[in-house]
């Protein structure tokens, strides 16, 4: 098994700047890639990028590419998802997931373990 808490988020005006943090704990020798995932009001959940848990390489979505940065703390076995330049459009609740298995995925329904999820807002 593994855990996932997350942590940051909240009201940012457009233009600013958040990061979100996602710590994992148990079996964490069992995950291949951790994503970021996001859901708006009445929205799908949709995928906004991912990083290889052993190697570091990291895949965004266009909407996000250039905006937003994720990055490992190996030591601390923390994600970190440096969001810059937010648009209204990113306000949405934003999970981080892990899977465990080898073939990198955008699918959310791929991933094995999730967050709790937290709220970023982006509004003026």
């Known amino acids: 098994q593994v855990q996932l808490v997350q942590s940051g988020g909240g009201l940012v005006q457009p233009g600013g700047s958040l990061r979100l943090s996602c710590t994992a704990s148990g079996r964490t020798s069992n995950i291949y890639h951790l994503g970021w995932l996001r859901q708006a009001p009445g929205k799908e959940r949709e995928f906004v990028g991912r990083?290889?848990?052993?190697?570091?390489?990291?895949y965004y979505a266009n909407s996000v590419k250039g905006r937003f940065t994720i990055s490992r703390d190996n030591a601390e076995n923390t994600v970190n998802l440096q969001m810059n330049n937010l648009k209204p459009e990113d306000t949405a609740v934003y999970y981080c997931a892990a899977t465990t298995k080898f073939v990198p995925t955008t699918t959310p329904d791929q991933y094995d373990y999730w967050g709790q999820g937290t709220q970023v807002t982006v509004s003026s």
């Open positions: 990083i290889t848990w052993s190697g570091g390489i990291t």
